[in-house]
């Protein structure tokens, strides 16, 4: 596609409640980041995947937070057990192979936990 | 604690004038440097980058400067434009490298340009 595509792009859960995220990146973008954004702050770094291997997991907040590429292209960051603390905005990034090239951004997933 | 600092998080400019948002970071590690503009309701959009050989990119209207030595880098809009108004959040690089791609990046909290008519 021309870009990378999020979907939903809002979501409302009830607390406890399981929801899926989907990113659609770049064709032929190696590299795919998932960043959870709160109100006010900076997009903060969860995840990130080189083809189908997750290399960098470190950011993901708990082990309520789980991310997947199994093919190494489309992506889904799901949180299990929702808390209120989950409501962000979810984006999704990717890049081609190589260093210091940028990273593109999907419009994100807002989710909201109520 | 902050890696990345914007610590403005507002600044107002009149149109024609020049913008200059500023960064400064803690890491030493840190070697690529991005620029990115925020719209509500949408992602973030790559405006310019800098790697740690260079101290000055310039693209256009935008020019990004970095001081090495003060982990200082400062983003200047020339002549700034109402449709500059947006929040400009400053990222970089932990020099992280998986296999040759690039690692995560780190943003600030952002500063939003408002440019007036």
């Known amino acids: 596609g021309a870009g990378v595509s999020q979907s939903p792009r809002y979501k409302v859960a009830k607390r406890g409640q399981d929801v899926a995220l989907r990113c659609d990146p770049i064709s032929g973008h190696v590299s795919l980041f998932w960043y959870q954004q709160a109100l006010g702050q900076g997009p903060e770094f969860l995840t990130y995947?080189?083809?189908?291997?997750?290399?960098?997991k470190s950011g993901l907040p708990s082990d309520r937070f789980f991310a997947e590429r199994p093919e190494g292209s489309v992506s889904t960051l799901k949180i299990q057990r929702t808390q209120k603390e989950d409501s962000a905005v979810y984006l999704c990034a990717s890049s081609l192979d190589g260093v210091n090239t940028e990273a593109f951004f999907g419009q994100g997933t807002r989710l909201t936990v109520v | 604690d902050q890696q990345v600092k914007q610590n403005s998080p507002s600044l107002s400019v009149q149109e024609g004038r020049i913008s200059i948002l500023n960064c400064d970071y803690t890491n030493s590690m840190f070697d690529y440097f991005l620029w990115y503009k925020k719209y509500p309701a949408e992602g973030p959009t790559f405006l310019i980058s800098i790697s740690s050989i260079k101290d000055k990119n310039e693209d256009g209207r935008f020019t990004v400067f970095l001081n090495k030595s003060a982990k200082h880098l400062s983003l200047h809009i020339v002549p700034s434009q109402p449709g500059d108004s947006a929040v400009y959040f400053c990222?970089?690089?932990?020099?992280?490298?998986?296999?040759?791609?690039?690692?995560?990046?780190?943003f600030g909290k952002g500063t939003k340009l408002s440019v007036k008519p």
């Open positions: 990222a970089a690089s932990d020099g992280v490298n998986y296999g040759g791609s690039q690692g995560n990046l780190i």
């Open positions: 995947f080189q083809n189908e291997a997750q290399l960098d």
